[in-house]
């Protein structure tokens, strides 16, 4: 989730359109033009998967790994195919089904997550195959990539790039050439609205009428599309820590970086009482402290232990991810400490990984399905900046970028000293990409399928609260809202009043009503007086 602000171009509508072509959006089937057959998709829904124990030392050996295979375009499903991973754990008594789960990003991948995270979605299996995916482009599915030069395209919102234009235009269409180069056929259908069209052949696959799922962060925007496409199909479908629907990559950026740096604030109001707080005690310098040492990483990075180096760019990735769940700042207290006073890497390059929440390197669990060695080391941010484009129509060209892109950088340093430029990066790796779709902005609202619950956290350092509000006003009398008065990034994981809300909800259809909310949990002990050390 990007963005830029108030001087994007005015969004393309779509016009003329008949009333067969909405139909077909409406069923969640590619548009075709009046007079023309719709492709047959019919040999991908009658699938079923093979499913196996994943192989790879760091699998669980309870977790179930398979594929499905989609079009990879739906437009033209005879052109070619792809393989989505999927991983499950079996329900433990008698199933309703399958609960697919989306961990975010977007380009995260779910097996890993599942591998990882499973354990606080046991609950579910008393009435579900709790089920996710490597969503197209993504892990074990066709993973995209902008090869060897990846990282390095991701540092072009510097003091020097933006006071020469051209020579950063340049760089970013080379960019965009060697991410097309390096992620093959599956690049231009890389998207939203696509995986939420492999959503619905896994759905058929796994034999389930309807969709029961629970989506986090980008999530939340991959279950409002599907909503959008197949509203018939929606069963218990929840979104926690809910994304925009409306706003341009430019307006989420500065939204995100002004999140985290409340967050960040929040952090340092905990850390600055704890005597081993690397920022020291005094909360009026702490702020600065923290500037200053991402831009002396930024002047002169660390080298790590497994090569290259460690920027403040890769400490702001770092930061950025600890902030998501307050149960992280021990952790990132203590990596902090050890890359302040001794160059340690090593537990802050654990938290670097430029995606919502989710293992940077996704190499450890393979589930079987491919070689782990097939997976670029950057495809994590590589699918984040192609998603995000993918979903957004927005492409200024360059005279009008060029006019605007010291006021972005201003306005991205205003929202945030330290997360800023990260963000801004991100946007900018757009440029040279083809506009994506306007669907998202133009048709997903005012959907009519069953109860939706969505769950909004007021500080969330991602996805803000009023982008809950205005997405469960956007999508209809559909979505029911539920309020968290906690911190950190979606509820699930970190309220347990909103666990508990959320599962009585998918096991048992009991929803809260609507405008309810939760209180917030106890914040969590220092690194000191947690005994930890």
């Known amino acids: 989730m990007l963005a830029m602000h108030s001087t994007r171009p005015a969004v393309r509508r779509w016009a003329g359109t008949s009333a067969l072509v909405l139909a077909l959006l409406g069923a969640g089937l590619p548009a075709v033009a009046a007079g023309r057959p719709q492709p047959d998709l019919s040999r991908f829904y009658r699938q079923q998967p093979a499913w196996a124990a994943c192989q790879g030392p760091d699998m669980p050996k309870d977790l179930q790994c398979a594929k499905v295979t989609v079009p990879l375009d739906y437009a033209k499903p005879g052109a070619g195919t792809i393989d989505v991973a999927l991983a499950r754990y079996r329900a433990t008594g008698k199933s309703r089904g399958s609960v697919l789960l989306n961990f975010g990003g977007p380009g995260g991948a779910g097996i890993p997550a ?3 995270q499973g354990r606080q979605f ?16 993504v892990g074990r599915s066709s993973p995209v990539s902008c090869g060897e030069g990846g990282d390095e395209a991701l540092a072009l919102a ?28 599956v690049l231009p259908h890389i998207g939203t609205v696509n995986a939420s069209r492999d959503l619905d052949v896994i759905r058929q696959a796994l034999g389930d009428d309807k969709l029961d799922y629970l989506g986090f962060s980008y999530g939340t925007r991959l279950g409002a599309v599907y909503a959008a496409q197949f509203p018939g199909k929606v069963g218990r479908l929840v979104l926690d820590g809910v994304d925009t629907l409306t706003e341009s990559l430019a307006e989420q950026g500065v939204a995100g970086a002004e999140g985290q740096q409340t967050a960040l604030d929040d952090l340092l109001d905990w850390c600055t009482t704890d005597s081993g707080c690397p920022f020291g005690q005094d909360r009026r310098t702490a702020g600065d402290e923290v500037v200053r040492l991402v831009r002396s990483l ?6 790590t232990d ?6 403040g760019q890769d400490l702001v990735g770092a930061i950025s991810q600890a902030l998501y769940d307050k149960e992280l700042w021990p952790s990132l207290e203590r ?5 302040v006073e001794d160059g340690d890497t090593r537990r802050a390059l654990a938290f670097a990984t430029g995606g919502i929440g989710l293992p940077r390197d996704p190499r450890p669990a393979n589930g079987g399905l491919v070689d782990t060695e097939d997976i670029p080391l950057d495809n994590l941010s590589a699918a984040l900046v192609a998603v995000n484009c993918a979903d957004d129509p927005d492409r200024p060209v360059a005279a009008r970028l060029t006019k605007d892109l010291k006021n972005l950088r201003a306005a991205y340093d205003e929202a945030s000293p330290v997360f800023g430029r990260y963000r801004l990066t991100q946007l900018l790796m757009c440029y040279g990409r083809p506009p994506g779709t306007d669907f998202i902005r133009d048709r997903v609202k005012n959907v009519h399928s069953a109860k939706m619950l969505l769950v909004g956290t007021r500080g969330d350092p991602a996805t803000p609260y009023r982008w809950a509000v205005e997405t469960a006003q956007r999508l209809g009398p559909s979505a ?27 096991l048992y259809g009991t929803l809260p009503p609507d405008g309810s909310s939760c209180p917030a949990d106890a914040p969590p002990e220092s690194a000191a007086s947690d005994g930890s050390g």
């Open 114 to 116: 599942l591998a990882t």
């Open 122 to 137: 046991m609950d579910l299996t008393n009435g579900y195959d709790v089920v996710t995916f490597d969503p197209r482009g």
């Open 158 to 185: 510097d003091d020097d790039a933006v006071g020469r234009p051209q020579a950063l235009f340049r760089q970013l269409r080379q960019a965009a050439g060697e991410c097309a180069r390096n992620s093959g056929p």
């Open 298 to 303: 930024d002047e002169n990075p660390v080298p």
């Open 306 to 311: 497994f090569g290259g180096s460690f920027s």
């Open 335 to 339: 990596a902090l400490i050890s890359l």
């Open 480 to 506: 029911v809202l539920l309020d968290n008065k906690g911190d950190g990034h979606t509820g699930y994981s970190s309220s347990r009043c909103v666990h508990r809300k959320i599962d009585d909800f998918l």
